[in-house]
């Protein structure tokens, strides 16, 4: 059984053999390259499925044809959804799980679980509009509801509201949402929406209850669904119930996507009722699972729908949130010049860039030791976690940045006569603040749900910085 305590597991240098076994395909390029693992497709041509079940049936006597012959309008329809049922499977959920995660996951091999399809409920560009709702997902990279709904969908209407009740006075006076974190959001937003304009979309910016503003957006539009990415705490979890209901009326389908955690929801080895309330059973259980691949940004996002003419929307400002702006920041809610934290995708992963790279630069920096306590930053930390919390930076791709910096450190340091220790470096320490990150979200969300009543038992944690 591992020990719960990620300093304690160092690992032993690495044998020529087992380096030689563990090497990717591109340190061997005379070896013959193994089979690529197998991968999902999000959507399903049209041309697969006329191929796989267009096969040509014997004729039959002319004469026993009659002399008319009346076809209903809907057999083409009926018979692409014959052949899309027929053609189409749904991956084992007892999938062989890649032992990607070990004591020191950042040495091991890349190996990643399979991902599942999304399994639209029409064939490819089936759905006539689908309104993809933003919530703490605001990039394009690693964004399963953003790629899915521009695969299922002839057009999409990205939206993003800022709810007036996460605004205001708590019942304790304090405020729900502060000026600082209200203007990393609103840098956030900003960023997202540039980005998609880029890609031929836009996002629609709205003040308003989602279970009002998208149920006029969606009649406006004429969509047929919704795609959004699940929260964790109560009254997100509640809204989710509420909107599903209000859409359900309306006849507009809602579909939600998980992929705010470093693992997959669905690929946890237990169920979340019965995940365990401590740090330590949870590590234990989850070791050796493997993480999915993540999801390439979309050069190009299907555009906005044509009926109904929906205005973009401005971003609003911190006054008509009703946040007054500190001395600090001006009138328009921009940050003094000196402040280091600015919302966004583009931030967050040049951010990530940098940190990759001043690691490599300096594997060992820290301690004398070299111990894996060793970090970067002002406290020791990469200070990655707003853009984390508001979803600007997908923990999957963190991870695959990370596992990329340490194979090209560990082979930097192998490669030197008198390498120090290629196993201690402080990108593990950060891989299991990761875990660390997971176990919080699922417990919230274990007692969040209102399906079934669950016995609250406190979990038990360190008092460790996160990342």
């Known amino acids: 059984m591992a020990s719960t305590n990620p300093t304690s597991l160092l690992p032993c240098p690495p044998t020529p053999t087992q380096e030689a076994a563990e ?3 591109e340190d061997h390029p005379h070896a013959a390259a193994p089979p690529p693992p197998p991968t999902a497709s999000i959507s399903l041509s ?26 209903p309008s809907q057999i083409s329809a009926v018979s692409l959804s014959s052949s899309s049922a ?10 062989t799980r890649a032992a990607a995660i070990s004591a020191f996951p950042l040495q091991a091999p890349l190996r990643y679980l399979t991902r599942r399809p999304a399994e639209p409920s029409h064939p490819a560009a089936g759905r006539r509009c689908t309104v993809v709702w933003f919530r703490s997902d605001l990039r394009v990279h690693d964004n399963e509801a953003l790629t899915a709904a521009s695969n299922d969908s002839l057009s999409l209407l990205p939206v993003y509201l800022f709810d007036p009740r996460d605004y205001g006075k708590s019942s304790s006076g304090f405020d729900k949402t502060g000026p600082y974190r209200a203007t990393f959001l609103l840098e956030s937003v900003r960023d997202l929406r540039n980005s998609l304009r880029a890609r031929g979309s836009d996002l629609v910016v709205r003040v308003g209850r989602p279970e009002t503003v998208l149920v006029e957006l969606a009649r406006e539009v004429g969509a047929d669904a919704v795609y959004a990415h699940q929260e964790v705490s109560h009254d997100e979890v509640r809204m989710e119930e509420k909107m599903a209901k209000v859409m359900e009326e309306e006849g ?3 579909k939600y996507f998980w992929g705010s955690t470093l693992y997959h929801m669905e690929d946890l080895p237990f169920d979340l009722e019965h995940m365990p309330s401590n740090y330590g059973g949870f590590r234990e259980k989850v070791q050796g699972l493997g993480v999915r691949k993540t999801i390439e940004a979309l050069d190009q996002i299907k555009g906005m729908p044509r009926r109904g003419d929906v205005e973009p929307g401005d971003i609003p400002t911190l006054m008509d949130l009703g946040l007054t702006p500190p001395s600090t920041m001006g009138q328009d809610g921009k940050p003094a010049s000196n402040s280091g934290l600015v919302g966004g995708e ?19 920096k820290g301690d004398k030791d070299g111990n894996c306590g060793s970090i970067y930053g002002a406290n020791f930390s990469c200070k990655i976690s707003p853009w984390l919390a508001m979803g600007c930076l997908s923990p999957r791709f963190m991870f695959d940045e990370l596992k990329k910096t340490a194979a090209r450190t560990i082979s930097a340091a192998s490669s030197q006569v008198n390498g120090g220790k290629p196993g201690n470096n402080g990108m593990n ?12 979200r699922f417990i919230t969300k274990k007692y969040s749900s209102t399906k079934k009543k669950i016995e609250a038992v406190p979990a038990t944690a360190c008092t460790g910085a996160l990342v």
């Open 23 to 25: 090497a990717p395909p």
């Open 46 to 71: 049209l041309s697969t499925l006329l191929s796989l079940s267009g096969h040509k049936p014997s004729a039959p006597p002319v004469g026993a044809l009659p002399s008319k012959v009346r076809i």
């Open 86 to 95: 027929a053609s189409s499977s749904k991956p084992s959920r007892t999938a």
């Open 252 to 254: 507009v389908e809602v």
């Open 346 to 364: 583009t931030e967050a992963l040049d951010r990530l860039k940098r940190f990759a790279a001043e690691f490599q630069a300096h594997p060992n």
């Open 429 to 440: 320490w950060l891989m299991f603040e990761l875990m660390w990150r997971d176990f919080f």
